[in-house]
């Protein structure tokens, strides 16, 4: 742990306590005693008021009334909050307004040529999504569905929601245990648990009117739904090994329930595991022409007929290992 972290930590530390001693510290931090003493020295300088108590039993306590002084970053841990800003954006996320004001502030807590570098890195980095002729950080371009903030106040207090949908100028409105709520193909989507038809949804935020708490005495104790879930899921039929290549395409796009686990700690290598529904010509071609999209580097461990089929006539020949 570098000094300035252990120091920060230490001082959130000694201010949660009433009475500490050095002994303590060196204990909870596995540190030396005279690293403990020059750290305590160090965050004294920093304006923390600590009263040393003499004695067989002596220590130290933090003098009533006081907080602790104002948090500073390292250039690093600046870098690393900025860079994240910088990839988030034009992603249609919440709170972008929110996310600006943070921005500023965080500009008006470091110095100029912490500044400098920052502006630096605004140049000459970009992300997926940036717009290379206006890559500003605080650019108000990305503000998600007004809906999107509503659900997610809603989620935080209470999973168990009546959503009322729009399509095609047809309302209805559904009870659902909220699963996800998740960012695919450019638009939100709410993934849940129909509590009347015992099912999983998904529905697009774009097409969301209303939501609001469900009523506590029809709901079912989230164990079961997730029981009836577990039960309701599809046998594994296509298992692939995706290479780096293979691995970034599927980082631009895919769909929901197809996920990866990396099978090494650079991530570089990863399994697929999911299940098709081979009775559904539309999910079929979608399946099909994401697998082309992943590109040449997989290797089929386990795939359907059907798919495999689809894929020989499109391709002609295609590599089964």
Same mark, same amino acid.
């Given at each position: 742990?570098?000094?300035?972290?252990r120091?920060?930590?230490?001082?959130?530390y000694?201010n949660?306590?009433?009475?500490?001693?050095i002994?303590?510290i060196?204990? @909870?931090f596995?540190?030396?005693?005279?690293?403990?003493?020059?750290?305590?020295?160090?965050i004294?300088?920093l304006?923390?008021?600590?009263? +040393?108590?003499?004695?067989?039993?002596?220590g130290?306590?933090?003098m009533?009334?006081s907080?602790?002084?104002?948090?500073?970053?390292?250039?690093?841990?600046?870098? +690393?909050?900025?860079?994240a800003?910088?990839?988030?954006?034009n992603?249609?996320?919440?709170?972008?307004k929110?996310?600006?004001?943070?921005?500023?502030?965080?500009?008006?807590?470091?110095?100029?040529?912490?500044q400098d570098?920052?502006?630096?890195?605004? =140049?000459? $980095?970009?992300? @997926?999504?940036?717009? &290379?002729?206006?890559?500003?950080?605080?650019? $108000?371009?990305?503000?998600?569905? &007004?809906?999107?903030?509503?659900?997610?106040?809603?989620? $935080?207090?209470?999973?168990?929601l009546?959503?009322?949908?729009?399509?095609e100028?047809?309302?209805?409105?559904y009870?659902?245990?909220? $699963?996800?709520?998740?960012?695919e193909?450019?638009?939100?989507?709410?993934?849940?648990?129909d509590?009347?038809?015992?099912?999983?949804?998904?529905?697009p935020?774009?097409?969301?009117?209303?939501?609001e708490?469900?009523?506590t005495?029809?709901?079912?104790n989230k164990?079961?739904?997730?029981?009836?879930?577990s039960?309701?899921?599809? +046998?594994?039929?296509?298992?692939?090994?995706?290479? &780096?290549? +293979?691995?970034?395409?599927?980082?631009?796009?895919? &769909?929901?329930?197809?996920?990866?686990?990396?099978?090494?700690?650079?991530?570089?290598?990863a399994?697929l595991?999911?299940f098709i529904?081979?009775?559904?010509?539309?999910?079929?071609?979608e399946?099909?022409?994401?697998?082309?999209?992943l590109?040449?580097?997989?290797?089929?461990?386990?795939?359907?007929?059907?798919?495999?089929?689809?894929? =020989?006539?499109?391709?002609?020949?295609?590599?089964?290992?």
């Amino acid at each position: 742990m570098k000094k300035v972290e252990r120091i920060n930590i230490i001082m959130r530390y000694i201010n949660n306590r009433a009475h500490f001693t050095i002994s303590e510290i060196m204990q @909870e931090f596995n540190i030396s005693r005279s690293t403990a003493i020059r750290d305590i020295r160090e965050i004294e300088a920093l304006g923390m008021p600590l009263v +040393a108590e003499v004695g067989r039993d002596g220590g130290y306590f933090v003098m009533n009334n006081s907080v602790l002084p104002t948090v500073r970053f390292t250039d690093n841990e600046i870098k +690393a909050l900025f860079i994240a800003f910088m990839a988030t954006r034009n992603q249609q996320l919440p709170y972008l307004k929110s996310r600006q004001s943070l921005t500023e502030k965080l500009l008006g807590l470091i110095s100029e040529n912490q500044q400098d570098d920052l502006v630096l890195l605004n =140049q000459i $980095l970009l992300f @997926e999504g940036t717009n &290379p002729h206006n890559p500003d950080l605080l650019d $108000l371009s990305d503000l998600p569905h &007004p809906m999107v903030e509503n659900l997610f106040q809603s989620l $935080l207090l209470d999973s168990y929601l009546l959503v009322t949908i729009q399509e095609e100028k047809i309302t209805q409105s559904y009870p659902i245990f909220l $699963l996800h709520l998740y960012h695919e193909k450019s638009q939100w989507l709410i993934e849940g648990f129909d509590l009347k038809e015992e099912k999983r949804r998904i529905f697009p935020v774009d097409n969301l009117i209303h939501v609001e708490p469900y009523p506590t005495k029809k709901r079912e104790n989230k164990k079961k739904i997730l029981e009836k879930l577990s039960k309701q899921e599809e +046998a594994i039929n296509l298992i692939l090994e995706l290479g &780096p290549k +293979a691995i970034a395409q599927f980082r631009k796009y895919h &769909p929901l329930k197809a996920s990866i686990s990396y099978t090494n700690p650079y991530q570089t290598t990863a399994i697929l595991k999911t299940f098709i529904n081979v009775n559904s010509s539309e999910e079929l071609t979608e399946i099909t022409s994401w697998l082309l999209f992943l590109g040449g580097d997989i290797k089929i461990r386990e795939m359907p007929e059907e798919v495999l089929k689809i894929l =020989q006539e499109r391709f002609k020949i295609w590599r089964f290992e």
